[in-house]
């Protein structure tokens, strides 16, 4: 039977898709992304294992509070690294009638095809638009990532894109005017959204005895943020018109 090492869930989530969503996390993930606030979620030999048959009856109780627009996502650490429980997992959904979404990084195992088969939403995080700043802030490089993005624009699958600002980072006006040229070749985008940095995950990387690598860079203000959304939109808004906003 079809198992997946699960770090934890989420019953009522309401900012990783559409309308109110289970959130299930999964163990393990090869990135260490600067600003990760989850440290506990790169070990797979953590988590606890869930059958497919256990979480879709764990889901099934929650599916009077999804309606129209809600559903599950999977997040993780990276779920690409655990595909055959995670296309499996999504079929069942979907012949439950359940939306599904994949809150992913991009750096998996393959078999991208399948998984996408029964995925109606792909949150993708796009750490950077050129490789050396992606190994920069990812701590490898972008080849997997690009593999994965390329499966997707052939998939048609709808993308949500998320992009953390990372303060003297990445939060230069050219940064930010690089990534809406790349979000703009891809033509399955629906929607964008900037997320700021923050650094709430510090106590975390401590009580593992992790070294945390920003430890000197303040949290994001609202106020750059806005600025960054403005700019972003802007250039978005210069090619295509078919994107929700962000900010």
Known sequence: MTTAKVHSIETMGLVDGPGVRTVIFLQGCPLRCIYCHNPDTWNMAYGKEMTVNELI???KRYKFYYKDSGGVTVS??????????LKEFFKACKNEGINTALDTSGHGLGDYEEILKYTDLVLLDIKATNKDKYKEIAGQNSDKFFSFLSSVKQSKTE????HVLVPNVNTGESNIEELAEFINTIPNVKKVELLPYHNQGVEKYNSLNIEYPLKHTSSL???SLQYFNKILNKH????KDKYSKTG
């Open 76 to 85: 993780g650490g990276e779920p690409l690294l655990q595909p055959v429980f």
């Open 221 to 223: 203000d609202e106020e």
């Open 159 to 162: 993308i949500w894109v998320r």
């Open 236 to 239: 978005l808004a210069a090619k």
């Open 57 to 59: 009856k764990m889901v």
